[in-house]
């Protein structure tokens, strides 16, 4: 089976530009979370798909968005950049059944800088 | 919400050593997963383990739910062991990461 996808790998923004970012999970996987890794703060938790809806969300600002197709695909936007978004962003796919998480899997990040 | 903290912060060992890294948690989980992050940033799957124990190779994993705490055991500890391992688990429907210990293993 092939793992979590995520594209592109490496990309170079500038401040007040916006960013998408995608995901593929790993097939059979209908949920898919986002994280933020940081020096400074470390890894953080975005938010969550499933099923198309975004189940739940952590403490980031509205620029911070997401949404999931049909197929599971996910991506996810940054708008208005700012130097602090520089980071590695992962996502992870999971068999996620109703309320609980299951063990999840991680993409290879794709590395954000904003200069 | 759910706190997590592992230890130690950093480690630093002569390969062969013996390993144990800690995570501790201040709430019930339903999920507890181990990961090594490698330097390129890719997350690796080394348990999922709520509740007792595994074992896999060189390295095993406890969690003990009722007292709050999980355990990595890496034992013969090989240069390749280098790099950040993290604990994951769910709490308040989020999943929180503890901040990672940093293993160094020197030849």
């Known amino acids: 089976k092939a793992g979590v996808t995520q594209t592109p790998r490496y990309l170079i923004k500038t401040r007040g530009q916006q960013v998408t970012l995608s995901c593929s999970p790993i097939s059979g996987h209908r949920s898919v979370s986002w994280y933020q890794q940081t020096p400074g703060q470390g890894l953080q938790f975005l938010f969550e798909?499933?099923?198309?809806?975004?189940?739940n969300k952590g403490n980031f600002p509205g620029r911070f968005s997401g949404r999931q197709f049909s197929n599971s695909r996910s991506e996810m936007n940054v708008s208005t950049l700012e130097l602090g978004d520089s980071a590695l962003y992962l996502c992870?796919?999971?068999?996620?059944?109703?309320?609980?998480?299951?063990?999840?899997?991680f993409g290879p990040g794709t590395r954000l800088t904003v200069l | 919400g759910i706190q997590v903290e592992q230890s130690p912060p950093d480690l630093i060992l002569q390969e062969g050593a013996n390993s144990t890294l800690r995570c501790n948690f201040s709430d019930s989980v339903n999920n507890l997963q181990w990961f090594h992050q490698n330097p390129w940033g890719q997350l690796i799957n080394l348990f999922y383990?709520?509740?007792g124990t595994k074992q896999n190779g060189r390295l095993s994993a406890t969690t003990v739910a009722t007292e709050r705490y999980s355990l990595l055991y890496i034992s013969s500890s090989q240069t390749t062991d280098s790099g950040v391992y993290f604990c994951?688990?769910?709490?308040?429907?989020?999943?929180?990461f503890g901040q990672g210990t940093r293993l160094t293993i020197n030849p």
């Open positions: 798909y499933f099923s198309e809806t975004q189940r």
């Open positions: 383990i709520p509740s």
């Open positions: 994951m688990l769910q709490g308040a429907q989020k999943l929180v």
């Open positions: 992870a796919s999971s068999w996620m059944t109703s309320g609980s998480y299951n063990e999840q899997f």
